[in-house]
């Protein structure tokens, strides 16, 4: 771990960049989907336990994403919670200071994936009361009928990204994303995988900071050609019922496993945006084994597999 004292205009400079990734963001979906995002802007009551405030938005019934949800907070708590001290013990129990964006669309044509974004910053107050800070995030793709030329584009574009600071950071973070998606009571992938990287400060704050945002800069680049290139194919009674049940590895994901969901619940953050990247539709369906040699069961054998996409 390396220490950084973090400073006022530093925390400053996070929450700008991270509240102009959100308008950029909402924007850029909003134009592509024909309908508005609502926006709601929260600040914690006083005499909380976790203190701050945040805007989440989101759309949900347009043409194009059934619900889109994207939120920005920042949050102060007098304790880390267990989720965030697993791998730094000499934190527990430490103040701190949390912010980021996170982000799932969940599309309404079962040929366009699902997708998920996230950038934080996250800051505590050891026992030596030195401050130190890290950041977080990444990007994946979850499709629910595969093409590989989607999954290579995705790939590149977060490979491209984190390039400018090191060879090592694409295959590094690709791994870890693949060990982390990772439904390990089905021994399955969530889905394609992409790049996730957590604790993260060993480039000093600059260009840490340099390394997040060029993450959450491509993010519209990784994922809108995807978009545009399946929202108009047709679909029947028999993708969308796919659809649904494969939405339901999501929700088991984001609820047993997922340690943002776990952080934001454990140190009192807002349930209602916490469970944004909750899809509005969702199914479960007994021992469901899909014919051999069809789509259905390609996604299995062909891409919810860890191989390298680039």
């Given amino acids: ?49 976790l203190q701050g405030s945040g805007i989440t938005q989101i759309l949900e019934g347009g043409p194009v994403f059934e619900r889109a949800g994207c939120g920005f907070s920042h949050v102060r708590g007098p304790s880390l919670p267990p989720s965030a001290t697993q791998h730094r013990p000499e ?51 979850t499709p629910y009928y595969g093409f590989e030329e989607d999954a290579v584009h995705f790939h590149a574009t977060c490979k491209t990204a984190l390039a400018p600071y090191g060879d090592d950071k694409y295959p590094r973070f690709k791994i870890w994303c693949d060990e982390y998606f990772y439904l390990k009571h089905r021994a399955e992938q969530r889905g394609v995988g992409g790049i996730f990287f957590d604790d993260f400060s060993e480039l000093g704050f600059d260009d ?7 993450v959450g800069d491509s993010f519209l680049t990784a994922y809108l050609p995807l978009v545009e290139r399946r929202k108009e194919m047709v679909y029947g009674e028999r993708e969308r019922a796919f659809q649904l049940y494969r939405r339901g590895r999501y929700v088991e994901f984001n609820l047993v496993w997922d340690r943002g969901t776990h952080f934001g619940l454990q140190s009192g953050g807002r349930t209602e945006s916490i469970l944004l990247s909750m899809p509005p539709l969702v199914s479960w369906s007994y021992q469901n084994v899909p014919e051999a040699g069809s789509p259905e069961a390609d996604l299995y054998s062909k891409f919810l597999v860890r191989k390298e996409w680039v």
């Fill in 1 to 49: 771990m390396t220490a950084q004292n973090l400073n006022a205009p530093r925390t400053d400079a996070v929450r700008r960049y991270l509240q102009g990734l959100q308008a950029r963001i909402t924007t850029a979906i909003a134009k592509l989907d024909g309908a508005a995002f609502l926006t709601d802007a929260w600040q914690k009551a006083p005499g909380e336990t």
């Fill in 208 to 214: 840490s900071f340099g390394l997040m945002q060029s």
């Fill in 91 to 141: 934190l527990a129990g430490a103040p701190f200071e949390a912010m980021g964006v996170s982000l799932v669309f969940h599309p309404r044509n079962p040929y366009v994936p699902t997708v998920h974004m996230n950038v934080r910053m996250l800051a505590a107050k050891g026992r030596d009361g030195q401050e130190v800070c890290w950041f977080g995030g990444g990007m994946d793709l």
